[in-house]
Structures are given as structure tokens and as C-alpha cells.
């Protein structure tokens, strides 16, 4: 392996160490795998079918969607969250989307 391939490695699982850390939070995770299993969701959604408020799920959403582990879409005043499938860093497949949880 050469240096440059090495150091985005590196950096891939850093980064990657991120955003395990980041849905090492339970309400994260719940919030990730609502949206895995529904495609797509807007905040008014999820908070209906997880126990969380509103103030708090969208603070996580903003922090998952910054980490890169979402997209989201505006459509009118809604915003619309979705998994993204790739990874923030190198642009490939992200390991996340394989995970059977």
C-alpha cells in the first residue's frame, strides 16, 4: 500500500469510528433504523413512532446528517431525511448500509 492510500484509510476509519460512536447513542440508533426501514422520513414522522420530542430528534438528525450518515430533502416545509449510502469520506459504498440490525 502506498502513502496516499494508506493515509485515506486511515483517515476512512477514522472517520468511519465517527459515525459507529455517533449511533452508539440509542436515541440514534433507533432514529437511524426507523429511517433504514421507512426510506425516507421527516421529523414530524419520526418523533410519532419513537418517544422522543421533537427538539431532541431534530437535534440528532442535524448531528447524523453533518457526520454524513444522512440526506436530507426539503419539500416545501418539510424536510425529508433518508440514509445515505455512501461513505462521507472516499464516496464509496458505505460499510453502515450492510449492517443486518
Do not use: W
Not at 485515506?8 to 459507529?20: A, G, L, R, V
Amino acid at each position: 500500500m502506498n502513502k496516499n492510500n494508506k493515509k485515506q484509510s486511515e483517515n476512512t476509519s477514522s472517520y468511519c469510528t465517527k459515525c459507529f460512536g455517533s449511533l452508539g447513542v440509542a436515541s440514534r440508533m433507533k432514529i437511524y433504523l426507523f429511517i433504514k426501514k421507512s426510506g425516507k422520513s421527516d421529523v414530524n414522522r419520526i418523533v410519532k413512532h419513537i418517544n422522543l420530542r421533537q427538539p431532541t430528534v431534530s437535534y440528532h438528525l442535524k448531528d447524523m446528517k453533518i457526520l454524513g450518515l444522512l440526506n436530507s430533502v426539503r419539500k416545501g416545509k418539510r424536510i425529508y431525511y433518508s440514509i445515505n449510502k455512501n461513505c462521507p469520506i472516499n464516496h464509496s459504498h458505505c460499510v453502515l448500509g450492510d449492517l443486518n440490525i
